[in-house]
């Protein structure tokens, strides 16, 4: 959740996860942006999907706009894997920020918590003045975030998101039929 990755991926994961716990329903996660996602998660088994990225471009979201704009207009390849905010792997946004904290002359990593009560506070000001519209802490804010960030490309409503999962999940389903033989 919240960006933190691990070693493998989720179409790998999710039947692995699936296969070992029996009748238990299973949540895929990690890389779920939109209905095709829902739909290959519930093929490999999975009851459904836990979503993380798609809310943070919503009107409902509280990033902030610069924030919401820079996710907008990244890419799949603008995230990178970092232990700067937390301490553990997360998925984030590549920014001047986390850029430093990979420099050779970087201090290292603390263990989760012991990163993320390091850098809160730093954290919470380059989010105050990004907010106030300081051009210097725009370009050093980021914030865990999947690849699905480089299909993330209008800022709407959540339930708009929901619609077009459902939507999206449907379309998929009626691909994958339609290249079945009738009977």
């Known amino acids: 959740a919240g960006g933190h990755t691990g070693e493998i991926g989720s179409m790998s994961?999710?039947?692995?996860?699936?296969?070992a716990v029996g009748d238990t329903p299973v949540l895929g996660?990690?890389?779920m942006g939109d209905g095709r996602h829902l739909a290959a998660a519930m093929a490999l088994g999975a009851s459904g999907i836990w979503c993380g990225s798609v809310w943070?471009?919503?009107?409902?979201?509280?990033?902030e706009d610069a924030l919401v704009e820079k996710m907008l207009k990244a890419?799949?390849?603008d995230t990178a894997r970092s232990r700067c905010i937390s301490g553990k792997p997360a998925r984030q946004l590549v920014t001047t920020y986390t850029k430093a904290w990979e420099e050779p002359d970087c201090p290292g990593f603390l263990p989760m918590p012991l990163q993320g009560l390091l850098t809160a506070d730093a954290e919470r000001r380059i989010?105050?003045?990004a907010a106030a519209g300081t051009p210097e802490s725009a370009e050093l804010l980021g914030t865990p975030v999947g690849q699905v960030v480089g299909m993330m490309k209008t800022r709407k409503p959540a339930g708009k998101v929901v619609y077009d999962f459902v939507e999206g999940y449907i379309d998929a389903v009626e691909r994958l039929k339609s290249m079945l033989p009738e009977d």
């Open 13 to 19: 994961l999710i039947p692995q996860v699936v296969d």
């Open 29 to 31: 996660a990690g890389g």
């Open 56 to 63: 943070l471009t919503t009107n409902e979201s509280d990033c």
């Open 75 to 77: 890419s799949e390849t």
């Open 127 to 129: 989010r105050r003045h």
